[in-house]
């Protein structure tokens, strides 16, 4: 799988969007993208995907750069609540071969939602 | 519908006690992942089971530690002879493979062993 830098923490004003970078320069064609978050004690919370295209469901934004090597994680109206830690992931599509279907986590970004 | 269910959330042992900590998937779910995570460390993967079958389980220690999921009831992660380096959050997640080739896991809240 492909490795992903995340910065380790951010910090993000209530009610401003949150835009999590991530960078996967060695993703290759067969790769989705995923991000996850954990609240604190929390089991992990899935948020959204991608292959190529930008994505949107009812929790956020995936923005997919057009060479595919980083993509934007956007929480369009950051609360309080949105204080986790999210995690950027990279594996291949089921039925590519490549091993486990289980996720590998990184050390991921700590955001801060100020008050 | 019911998300992942784990229990106990909470587990207390002495040292060289058993621990099982069971995981039932969310209905139609056949796939099954176990995670730990050790205080203050990230998620690390330990076993992928399908119903009867250990997939991968080249996360899991190779002594004390084994997982089944069977046929009927629950997948169970068992710790025989616990240690204090065995206190971390497991936590169970399950998945339903998508037509378009993603995989999404769905995890549980979480079972913590306290190892005394």
């Known amino acids: 799988d492909a490795k992903t830098t995340q910065p380790p923490s951010m910090d993000c004003a209530e009610g401003r969007a949150a835009n999590l970078p991530c960078n996967h320069s060695t993703i290759s064609g067969n790769e989705y993208v995923y991000w996850y978050r954990q609240i604190h004690s929390q089991g992990p919370q899935y948020i959204i995907h991608g292959l190529k295209n930008n994505e949107t469901n009812e929790m956020a934004s995936l923005i997919i750069t057009e060479d595919r090597k980083s993509s934007t994680l956007i929480l369009p109206h950051a609360t309080l609540r949105d204080t986790a830690v999210y995690y950027c992931?990279?594996?291949?599509?089921?039925?590519?071969?490549?091993?486990?279907?289980?996720?590998?986590f990184g050390k991921g970004t700590h955001l801060i939602i100020q008050p | 519908n019911a998300g992942v269910m784990q229990n106990p959330r909470h587990l207390v042992r002495r040292r060289g006690q058993e621990a099982r900590l069971r995981c039932s998937p969310m209905k139609g779910h056949s796939h099954v992942y176990w995670y730990r995570q050790l205080p203050e460390e990230g998620l690390k993967f330990m076993v992928y089971l399908q119903k009867e079958n250990i997939i991968d389980e080249s996360g899991m220690p190779k002594e004390r530690f084994s997982a089944e999921f069977p046929k009927e009831g629950p997948s169970i992660l068992r710790i025989q002879q616990v240690v204090r380096g065995d206190s971390a959050a497991y936590f169970c997640a399950s998945s339903l493979r998508l037509s378009s080739g993603a995989n999404v896991l769905t995890f549980g809240a979480g079972s913590r062993l306290t190892v005394l």
């Open positions: 992931i990279v594996r291949v599509l089921v039925g590519s071969g490549g091993g486990a279907d289980g996720l590998t």
